[in-house]
């Protein structure tokens, strides 16, 4: 793969984990389960626990400790979003794609910096 093929892919990968998965997960695993369950007057850390777990198993491609750290993730961003929906809707939105896009952000950029060093140790 040439370095402007290789560096075109990083692009896509950061512009997708980073950027527009956050976004579309915020929406699927926070804004919609909450708001659903607010309406059906369901207990609010019941949704939260029902939430994640499907949150977690998307990212099963990563392996058993992807689930895990999904889940964990999963747990903070519905409880931050639970905390800061009480101020604003729409801020609890942005600070939960905004702590979802910065752990996506240093995963993949630990990922890409360990592969740079592997490449040039061969």
């Not at 903070?76 to 101020?87: A, G, M």
């Not at 240093?106 to 592969?115: D, K, P, R, S």
Request: glycine share 8%; with cysteine; aromatic share 14%.
């Amino acid at each position: 793969m040439d370095e402007n093929s290789a560096s075109e892919k990083r692009t896509h990968i950061f512009y997708y984990v980073v950027i527009l998965g956050p976004i579309i997960e915020t929406l699927l695993f926070q804004a919609l389960p909450f708001s659903i369950a607010r309406l059906l007057k369901l207990n609010i850390w019941f949704t939260l626990l029902l939430m994640t777990s499907p949150f977690a198993l998307l990212h099963y491609p990563n392996g058993l400790i992807g689930i895990v750290n999904a889940f964990l993730g999963g747990l903070i961003y519905s409880t931050s979003f639970i905390v800061w929906e009480k101020n604003s809707y729409k801020v609890a939105l942005c600070i939960v794609m905004a702590i979802h896009g910065l752990h996506n952000l240093e995963v993949t950029g630990l990922g890409y910096g360990l592969m740079y060093v592997l490449e040039r140790l061969n």
